[in-house]
């Protein structure tokens, strides 16, 4: 199963660990994570799961991919730079 979740912050003791109790709880393969809020970009192992996270500069907003071990073989995460620019994108208007 594929799911998505607002957790608010995984940038608190324990939180990543909740999340991946409520992923096997509920049988989740694959779930999109919006405000991570940790900095940087990059790939954690954890348990049975892999974290491909990207955030910023600061600990502020971010997204991550948690993926279970059992499909991670079928993901593959590569940094890139955005294609756009926002403010470009916003100043054009």
Request: charge should be positive.
């Amino acid at each position: 199963m594929i799911g998505t979740w607002n957790v608010t912050t995984l940038n608190q003791a324990g939180k990543l660990d909740n999340l991946k109790t409520e992923m096997q709880k509920n049988e989740v393969s694959v779930l999109g994570v919006s405000e991570v809020r940790w900095k940087g970009q990059g790939e954690i192992r954890s348990g049975h799961y892999t974290v491909y996270y990207s955030g910023g500069e600061r600990a502020e907003r971010g997204v991550a991919i948690v993926v279970h071990k059992s499909v991670v073989r079928s993901v593959r995460f590569q940094k890139r730079r955005p294609t756009w620019d926002l403010e470009k994108l916003y100043a054009q208007r």
